[in-house]
């Protein structure tokens, strides 16, 4: 049953000041008005002191705000209140990086985190590196080889999952369940 | 005569109309009414589980394929499992689609067992089938194919990624995260939260800080639970064909 969430209509440009977007055909680029305009005047004030280093922007949610499942199997990204990024490379290079690559940029990406986090309508930012520390930081839970005993690579090493405030009750926890 | 009969019937039909959609709408009141209470109220359930399924017995040409997939995966077969790859396969979030990231990031030049173990244990977990794009599809484990089911049933206001589900029956929930410590309680397929806990590092034990949906906090053995989030993997038959699309850990 579709139970469309009428305040996810905002639609998120492809670039603008201090950011660019990189997931393909299939992203998912709405978000609660408030998410859109607030991310949109960051990046804005990003690029003042990053002009080389605009922030790559992923999934947001589908149109309406249900739950898209068959993209993102654990979280859905429902509600219009999520935005992927990726973390700061060390090489202005526009593409993916993680926590444990050579082209990653802890600095930059701190830089970020604490930007981001500074906004208050950001709730959380989910991220692994256990080498930034804010308080809006929450770290998936480390699993390790049995064999090995090395971590095993997690789904935010590559990206932080950022989680905007609500404006509009928008349920998270949808009936629409999709596909 | 004709007219007031025809004005009774109609009258009749009505009411009996009305009749129904009231009863239906009771009905559905009903039947939603501790989904709604939680809402309203905010509080959560005291236990959510998610039951192990495997639907891939309904389809005998899935069955086959799957035998013939596990076959490979003990004989570490790579001819096989590449000749069942989807040429736009889905490797993970930010990844490029399709074989040549596949192979890059499974090193199977390498001799690597990582391939082997993911899909050994994928394909040991049940899943279900879906349609997607107007493609029957198949995707395992359970866990991650059925975690829509139980995102609707959480807290509201959770984030799904803060929760995992139990895998396996009477699992010991420690008080210590060691196998000597007391056990306070045993889970059996629970859907847990996963308390924060500091970066681990190196060879660091292999427990779990978790709670019960009704605020039971413990230890268990990371063998024992697992995330929507880890890899899952899913099939789409094309043509007489079965075809792997996705062999992802996505969040």
Same mark, same amino acid.
């Given at each position: ?10 639609? $998120? ?38 002009? %080389? ?31 992927? $990024?990726?973390? $700061? ?17 802890? %600095? ?72 | ?5 025809? &004005?009774? +019937? ?22 939603? =009414?501790?989904?709604?209470?939680? =809402? *309203?109220?905010?509080?959560?359930? /005291? ?7 495997? =639907? ?26 590449? !000749? !069942?790859?989807?040429?736009? +396969? ?5 990844? =490029? ?15 690597? /067992? ?13 899943? !279900? ?7 029957? /599809? ?5 866990? *991650? ?30 008080? /210590?995260?060691? !196998? ?12 847990? &939260? ?15 800080? +978790? ?25 789409? &038959? ?6 792997? *699309? ?6």
């Amino acid at each position: 049953m579709y139970d469309p969430c009428s305040a996810v209509n905002a639609e $998120m440009d492809s670039s603008g000041d201090g950011f660019y977007t990189y997931e393909d055909a299939g992203w998912l680029k709405y978000a609660q008005a408030h998410v859109v305009a607030g991310f949109e005047q960051f990046a804005s004030d990003w690029n003042l002191g990053h002009p %080389n280093n605009p922030i790559g922007v992923g999934d947001l949610s589908q149109f309406g705000g249900a739950a898209n499942f068959a993209r993102h199997p654990g979280a859905g990204h429902p509600g219009g209140v999520i935005i992927d $990024m990726r973390p $700061m490379r060390n090489d202005n290079v526009q593409a993916g990086t993680n926590f444990n690559d050579a082209t990653y940029s802890r %600095n930059l990406t701190a830089e970020l985190i604490r930007g981001l986090s500074g906004l208050a309508d950001v709730v959380s930012i989910r991220f692994n590196d256990p080498n930034i520390h804010d308080p809006k930081i929450v770290r998936d839970a480390d699993r390790f080889d049995p064999r090995t005993h090395r971590r095993l690579r997690a789904v935010h090493d590559n990206h932080l999952h950022v989680t905007f405030r609500r404006a509009t009750p928008c349920p998270v926890n949808l009936n629409n369940i999709h596909p | 005569m004709i007219r007031q009969a025809l &004005r009774f +019937i109609v009258v009749i039909a009505l009411l009996l109309q009305l009749g129904c959609q009231t009863s239906q709408s009771a009905n559905s009141e009903t039947r939603k =009414e501790p989904r709604l209470g939680n =809402e *309203t109220k905010g509080v959560a359930a /005291e236990s959510v589980k998610l039951l192990p399924v495997d =639907e891939g017995s309904q389809d005998s040409s899935f069955v086959a394929f799957r035998n013939r997939l596990l076959t490979a995966v003990k004989t570490h077969d790579v001819a096989f499992v590449l !000749s !069942s790859l989807d040429q736009n +396969i889905v490797n993970g979030s930010d990844a =490029e689609h399709g074989l040549r990231e596949f192979k890059n990031q499974w090193q199977l030049d390498l001799g690597e /067992e990582r391939l082997w173990e993911t899909l050994a244990t994928i394909l040991g977990m049940g899943g !279900s089938f879906r349609v997607s794009e107007g493609h029957k /599809e198949f995707c395992a484990p359970y866990v *991650t194919s059925k975690w829509p089911t139980v995102v609707s049933q959480l807290p509201q206001g959770a984030d799904p990624l803060d929760y995992q589900v139990i895998i396996d029956r009477d699992v010991a929930l420690k008080a /210590e995260p060691n !196998s000597n410590a007391p056990t306070a309680a045993t889970l059996t397929y629970d859907v847990v &939260r996963v308390v924060p806990a500091p970066p681990k590092s190196g060879n660091s034990s292999s427990w779990m800080k +978790i709670a019960t949906l009704a605020g039971q906090e413990g230890f268990v053995s990371d063998k024992y639970i697992r995330s929507a989030t880890d890899y899952h993997a899913c099939f789409k &038959r094309v043509g007489r064909k079965w075809l792997m *699309t996705e062999l992802a850990a996505l969040e």
